[in-house]
């Protein structure tokens, strides 16, 4: 049987944390990665109980459950907006990219369309534009005059990003009024 030294048992989910090479690791149970492991540092607790620090779970106050709920709502609605949004262009509808490179793409090539109508002379008429098809997402090039990139730009990315946000607000106020845990968990 490997020497696991001192180990910390997490009743919260039943891992263990050893020592891997000077640094703390998790081992979790019944993931079959870890399921070998967990085994043996189990059978080490069980017959080296003196080795075993149990860390019970840290009760945190309402306050913070909902400003965690607040974080995970952020994350919810940042991952919405990264994950794209679908667009129809000439009556067929397309998925467009919308992670972080992407949003400045689009601001970028927004404000070019913007310089372009104003009359600056030595800018493209058209933008060459990547979109997926659905729902096989296949790589297509869309071509756009500046007002048709305008109109994807406002009518398709920023409203599929203001969509998100606003939903995400409206959770966040309903955090706001919760008074129990019971009315948290559910939004």
């Avoid at 002379?121 to 933008?127: A, E, M, V």
């Avoid at 305008?150 to 398709?156: E, F, P, Q, R, V």
């Avoid at 966040?172 to 968990?185: H, N, Q, R, S």
Wanted: proline letters at 3%.
């Amino acid at each position: 049987m490997k020497d696991y030294g001192n180990v910390i048992h997490r009743t919260i989910d039943d891992s263990y944390v050893i020592d891997k090479g000077g640094f703390p690791f998790h081992v979790y149970p019944f993931m079959k990665e870890f399921a070998e492991e967990w085994d043996n540092v189990f059978e080490y607790a069980e017959t080296h109980p003196e080795c075993v620090t149990e860390e019970e779970p840290i009760e945190i106050s309402f306050e913070q459950h909902k400003l965690n709920k607040k974080i995970k709502i952020d994350n919810d609605v940042s991952a919405a907006i990264f994950a794209g949004f679908d667009y129809s262009v000439n009556d067929v509808l397309y998925h467009f990219n919308y992670n972080m490179k992407d949003q400045q793409n689009f601001s970028d090539t927004a404000n070019l369309c913007i310089l372009k109508q104003l009359g600056i002379s030595d800018l493209p008429d058209n933008i060459t534009w990547n979109a997926y098809t659905i729902p096989d997402s296949t790589l297509v090039q869309l071509t756009f005059n500046t007002s048709e990139f305008l109109a994807l730009y406002t009518n398709g990315a920023l409203a599929h990003k203001n969509t998100n946000i606003q939903k995400g607000n409206i959770r966040k106020e309903l955090i706001v009024k919760a008074t129990t845990m019971e009315e948290l968990e559910v939004i």
